[in-house]
């Protein structure tokens, strides 16, 4: 940064000894009427511009407005030069006398950034430079009188051959191709204002308005000359104009800094005080503080790893080459609490996003804890219904069980028990005895049907005996041998013993099913006041359990018990169904 | 008893083997000939088109969705075998099933809980009336419409003994039949339908099963 500041400072010193030459040059014209408002202009604009440019360069150095706004201060250099009495300097200045416009046109375009953005953009400041200086000179090559108030101003040195006719040519052609430049530029910066969002325009308000007025200025100049027919007070009129807009251009520059460092003042005192105040909704003060309609609010919700809003449901933040979009990641004390939404056109102001991050952080963080709890209430709306419907479906299939299994029987033991009446109303004894084995062989199914249903209702054995005798139950019924760890003596709250028994009867119908398991393991514990119930097998692994109503409703039964279900079952590495249940 | 003048043919279709089978010998025991099995409705029809039963035993539920297979399969074989009967036998008997089963008409129709075949003699005759063209309603839908709360009750008038006779009427039954059951002469119960009729302004109709439809008719308004 020491060489960034010492060259700086050479230019500075280059720029301040220029401006005295100029000043001196314009002085001692014999040809220009006007020395001392030319002198006045040429030292206003060389310091001003160069001046603001430095001090811009210095601050931002990758900005480039700096470099611009310091390129165009020294090339006001030219216009006190195209006053010098020396043929030779003359033509120097009257050459390059325009191109201090064309780089202002040329700040002004890639203003705030430094940068033009479109290559159309590149083409037409391109384009203004090469008809900014080819057009004088060949002017000064094929006519060698000076543009002067004075009959015997200097000559140009340039000439070549005295063209009167090339000249009219010449005229009217590049008027035509500068009212075309200066009119896309005009576009362009219409499009730029009408596209930018509200807080943008403060700071590009004052730049973005000079800079059109200038192009105007220039257009209208440049429209006339190509008419040919201004008189000559309108025209030191409108010169005196643009004279004074080009001034204007890097105080309008500094105000435009100075606007939009107040803005982020205004911004932080928005936030402060809107969330000191009665105004409780984080977003609308936020909403009013960055001047984005848009903006939304997330709230990180660590536990489940995602962001939600404001309504408790998830929400997706922009990618991070969303055109439109993008999200700034709000912490307190470093550790993320949520992140706002934006327009991507806030991103040009980092330390207000930031400022305004920083000063909503507090209030975010317990704005997050009501959309988690808003979150969970949501959450446990849609168990609650799930658990409906498994219950329902649960009837229903009680019901399918019932129908086909001992329903069936007890019909078929009915119809039986007629034929054994009607063998004996006619004297066929063997036959009768035959029907009543049949029958009794019903009545038996009948009955085991009716356990196995009543079992899967609620296990008798669990209410009188409790979790330990219940799971050796399931064990000694498993397809698999199952090791059984850690069973409990005493008595858990019925509804822990109840989930906890549930936990391993799917899991343990599920490694039956699927698992093509040759062991299972079931592990209980308790721990901190938490039930742990864990069934692990050796199987084929893969379980998913998002597919399939089981492990689904056995996660809904253990979160309305405000226990946690994770399952662990990566491809070929067997499957661990973890259960934790609360235990007061 | 009049002499058997035609071997009943049936078809029988319940998906559970074991009472289909118990159902077949019973039938058979009773004289019939089953000439058809099947354990599904598909099968049924299949089989319906290629013996010509006289009556066809349905149960509700088959496979494949265990819905209603029964009622949709009896409305097909009504459709398109008009001569062939069909009884249907559910688990559960709902009056709106009935009167679905009944909407066009109630001759070679009937409609029975399942148990009713342990009465062995009962479900062999209403399997023989549905044969023969009449009608079976189960009891317990019959007294389910008997017994409907309305605001007015138009089998008001109605005796306690004359609503007995609607109810055994509207099982299907004829008169011979419902004077065994109350065990009265045929001659009474025929004095008690003529005054049903008339305190329920029906038409007095002679054949039993078109006696079903007015009565359900009745009922069901």
């Known amino acids: 940064m020491i060489g960034l500041k010492r060259a700086l400072a050479l230019l500075g010193a280059l720029g301040a000894v220029l401006t005295v030459l100029g000043v001196l040059i314009a002085l001692n014209t014999e040809h220009i009427d006007g020395k001392i408002p030319l002198a006045f202009f040429s030292a206003a604009i060389m310091g001003s511009y160069i001046g603001v440019g430095l001090s811009a ?17 020294f090339s006001a250099f030219f216009l006190p030069l195209s006053a010098a009495n020396s043929s030779l300097f003359y033509t120097i200045g009257a050459t390059l006398g325009s191109i201090g416009y064309i780089i202002v046109a040329h700040l002004v375009l890639a203003f705030p950034t430094g940068r033009l953005e479109t290559a159309s ?40 051959t005295e063209s009167p006719g090339f000249i009219r040519i010449l005229d009217p052609v590049v008027g035509l191709l500068g009212v075309t430049l200066t009119a896309l530029m005009v576009r362009v910066l219409v499009r730029r204002w009408r596209a930018a969002t509200p807080h943008a325009r403060r700071a590009l308000a004052p730049v973005l308005w000079t800079g059109t007025l200038l192009v105007a200025t220039l257009l209208f100049t440049l429209a006339f000359d190509a008419l040919g027919d201004m008189t000559d007070e309108a025209e030191s009129v409108v010169d005196l104009v643009g004279i004074i807009v080009v001034t204007a251009v890097p105080y309008a520059y500094v105000l435009g800094l ?91 102001e980092p330390d207000i996003l930031a400022a305004v991050a920083n000063g909503a952080a507090l209030a975010l963080d317990h704005q997050r804890l009501d959309a988690e709890l808003r979150a969970r209430v949501e959450e446990l709306r849609e168990s609650r219904q799930r658990i409906l419907e498994v219950g329902l479906a649960e009837r229903r299939r009680l019901e399918r069980d019932l129908h086909d299994g001992a329903q069936q029987r007890l019909v078929s033991l009915s119809l039986q028990l007629g034929l054994v009446t009607q063998q004996l109303d006619r004297g066929g004894t063997d036959a009768a005895r035959e029907l009543l084995d049949g029958a009794r062989g019903e009545a038996r199914a009948a009955l085991e049907d009716l356990r196995e249903l009543a079992r899967g209702i609620h296990p008798a054995v669990l209410t009188d005996r409790g979790l330990g005798p219940a799971l050796e139950a399931l064990a000694d019924r498993a397809t698999v041998p199952v090791d059984l760890q850690g069973l409990p003596d005493e008595r858990l709250p019925w509804a822990v013993e109840a989930a906890a028994y549930f936990v391993v009867s799917e899991s343990l119908t599920n490694v039956a099913k699927y698992a093509r398991a040759t062991h299972a393991e079931v592990r209980v514990g308790r721990e901190h006041g938490w039930a742990l119930v864990e069934v692990a097998d050796d199987g084929v692994g893969g379980a998913d359990p998002s597919s399939g109503s089981g492990l689904r409703g056995l996660a809904d039964r253990l979160a309305a018990l405000d226990g946690r279900l994770e399952i662990e079952s990566a491809e070929g590495r067997g499957t661990t169904v973890r259960a934790r249940i609360p235990c007061r | 008893m009049p002499v058997e003048e035609k071997t009943l043919r049936v078809a029988l279709a319940d998906d559970q083997m074991l009472l289909r089978a118990g159902i077949a010998r019973l039938l058979e025991d009773a004289g019939m000939d089953v000439v058809a099995q099947s354990a599904d409705a598909e099968d049924l029809l299949r089989k319906v088109g290629a013996h010509k039963p006289d009556v066809c035993v349905v149960d509700v539920r088959m496979p494949p969705t265990h819905t209603d297979e029964g009622l949709r399969a009896a409305a097909e ?123 329920l302004s029906l038409t007095p109709a002679s054949e039993d099963h078109r006696r079903v439809l007015a009565v359900l008719t009745y009922l069901r308004s």
């Open chain 1, 57 to 73: 360069w210095w601050r931002r150095p990758r900005n480039r407005i700096g470099a611009l706004m310091t390129a165009a201060g």
């Open chain 1, 121 to 160: 953009q590149r083409r037409l400041i391109a384009a203004s430079y090469a008809l900014g200086i080819g057009a004088p000179l060949l002017f000064l090559m094929f006519e060698g009188d000076c543009d002067c108030d004075s009959v015997d101003g200097p000559r140009s040195a340039f000439l070549i």
């Open chain 1, 258 to 348: 100075a606007r939009s460092r107040s803005w982020r003042a205004e911004a932080m005192t928005d936030v402060v005080a809107g969330l000191g105040g009665a105004r409780s909704d984080l977003q609308a003060v936020l909403t009013d503080a960055l001047g984005d309609p848009s903006l939304e609010v997330a709230y990180w919700l660590p536990e489940r790893g995602v962001h939600v809003g404001a309504d408790g449901l998830p929400v997706l933040l922009p990618a991070a080459d969303d055109p439109l979009r993008s999200a700034t990641d709000v912490r307190r004390d470093g550790v993320l609490v949520g992140a706002l939404i934006h327009d991507r056109a806030l991103c040009d």
């Open chain 2, 77 to 199: 074989i009504r459709a398109t075998h008009p001569g062939t009967g069909v009884l249907v036998l559910s688990q559960y008997v709902e009056e709106a099933y009935a009167l679905e089963l009944f909407a066009d008409g109630a001759d070679g129709l009937g409609y029975l809980l399942k148990d009713r075949v342990a009465d062995l003699d009962r479900f062999v005759e209403s399997v023989k009336r549905v044969g023969e063209g009449g009608s079976a309603l189960d009891p317990e839908v019959v007294g389910r419409l008997l017994g409907r709360r309305r605001r007015e009750d138009p089998l008001a008038p109605l005796s306690p003994r004359e609503r007995e006779v609607l109810g055994l009427m509207a099982e299907g039954r004829s008169n011979s039949g419902i004077a065994e059951h109350l065990v009265v002469t045929e001659r009474a119960v025929e004095k008690h339908v003529t005054s049903i009729f008339t305190k």
